[in-house]
């Protein structure tokens, strides 16, 4: 998970200092087609020139959640935590009862793209599921227990927040449900790796490629690389990267020649 802290503290959640006892974590989604973090926080380097000048970090205003979860300038996926985990936010609104979740929950937001672009959702599907899965960690937490980890939409049900219908508008379009997020929090608790899928393994490999692909030849085998590229048995490029079957065959046959 890629998590910076950058505390609005200019907004009265954080200037109020009320104190949260953690009973759980509720996942919002921004109701907006803009996937970027500075959408919503002060902009830098990091996280992106904050055009739209709207955030959050201005004294007199009294919601918040606790972080956002979007795209960073660099277009991967990352979280920002705006307020300290154990101070109280506004984000629920009230429900029917009269203690709503802005008292007993950490809230965030996830940062909504056009709804329909499954890459972007299944980076900020893992992101939020590691995030809270932190969250119950650090809070002793069980994700599976009932009222702990909910969405907006499932606490207006339970009557501890107004009638919004984050994130049951999104997650369903992408084969995903709050049960399956709880029980992919619980996975990663366990320590568990479930959820990542082929396409996401591949990257990951690809990734790994260039890396080991852009390494120089180490020291005590300088000699020996140099000596094979005299041969022509290899180029001498990639000298940590992994080889194919095809190669190591060319390699053999080129040197019994």
């Not at 087609?33 to 992106?48: K, M, S």
């Not at 020139?49 to 959640?65: E, M, Q």
């Not at 890459?119 to 809270?132: I, P």
């Amino acid at each position: 998970m890629r998590l910076r802290q950058q505390l609005l503290t200019k907004n009265d959640c954080f200037r109020l200092g009320r104190p949260l006892q953690v009973q759980g974590v509720m996942v919002h989604s921004t109701g907006a087609n803009n996937p970027l973090v500075c959408r919503y926080i002060p902009g830098n380097d990091e996280l992106g020139r904050n055009s739209a000048g709207n955030h959050w970090d201005r004294p007199g205003l009294s919601k918040c959640v606790h972080a956002f979860l979007g795209k960073f300038a660099d277009g991967e996926v990352g979280v920002v935590q705006t307020l300290p985990w154990d101070r109280k936010g506004w984000h629920s609104g009230s429900g029917s009862k009269p203690v709503s979740a802005n008292s007993t929950h950490i809230g965030f937001e996830i940062c909504e793209d056009g709804l329909h672009n499954p890459d972007y959702f299944r980076a900020v599907y893992r992101e939020a599921v590691e995030l809270t899965a932190m969250l119950c960690r650090r809070f002793q937490l069980d994700p599976l227990a009932g009222g702990v980890v909910i969405c907006h939409a499932e606490g207006h049900r339970l009557g501890v927040a107004s009638n919004h219908g984050d994130v049951l508008h999104w997650f369903p379009q992408h084969g995903k449900t709050m049960d399956d997020f709880r029980a992919d929090t619980a996975r990663v608790m366990r320590g568990e790796d479930e959820i990542v899928t082929y396409e996401q393994w591949k990257q990951y490999m690809d990734r790994y490629r260039r890396e080991l692909g852009a390494l120089p030849v180490s020291g005590w085998g300088a000699a020996e690389l140099e000596r094979a590229r005299e041969l022509g048995l290899t180029d001498g490029s990639r000298p940590l990267d992994l080889a194919t079957r095809q190669e190591v065959v060319s390699m053999v046959v080129r040197a019994r020649r």
